[in-house]
């Protein structure tokens, strides 16, 4: 369940420079909001996906796969007492960009 004290950001340059849309742009925004500092990773779940896009867990998993074979997200596993976790990030190429603001030009 979201809780109505909470939100995410939507920047112009998923849409326009990333060319995003409809639950990829959504999961994106949330992804890159806990890893836009190069450093940190989004590891939540799917549900919690799932909850704040209205959508499925099987939808959410479709988009995260696009994500990534678009090159915009990374995914990273990790171990913890024998169990494999995934978590997410923002790619390496879209870290490195620090001005969005850039016209038509592509970012990719």
Not at 76 to 96: A, F, M, R
Request: charged fraction near 20%; charge should be positive.
């Amino acid at each position: 369940m979201v809780k109505n004290s909470s939100f995410f950001v939507v920047q112009g340059w998923m849409i326009n420079e990333l060319g995003l849309k409809g639950i990829e742009l959504l999961i994106y925004a949330i992804i890159y909001g806990f890893s836009q500092d190069g450093q940190s990773v989004f590891s939540g779940t799917a549900s919690y996906l799932a909850d704040w896009t209205g959508s499925t867990k099987q939808t959410v998993f479709g988009a995260l796969k696009k994500l990534r074979e678009k090159g915009y997200i990374e995914r990273v596993e990790k171990q913890v007492n024998g169990i494999t976790l995934v978590d997410y990030k923002i790619s390496k190429i879209l870290q490195e960009v620090k001005n969005f603001d850039m016209g038509s030009q592509k970012i990719l």
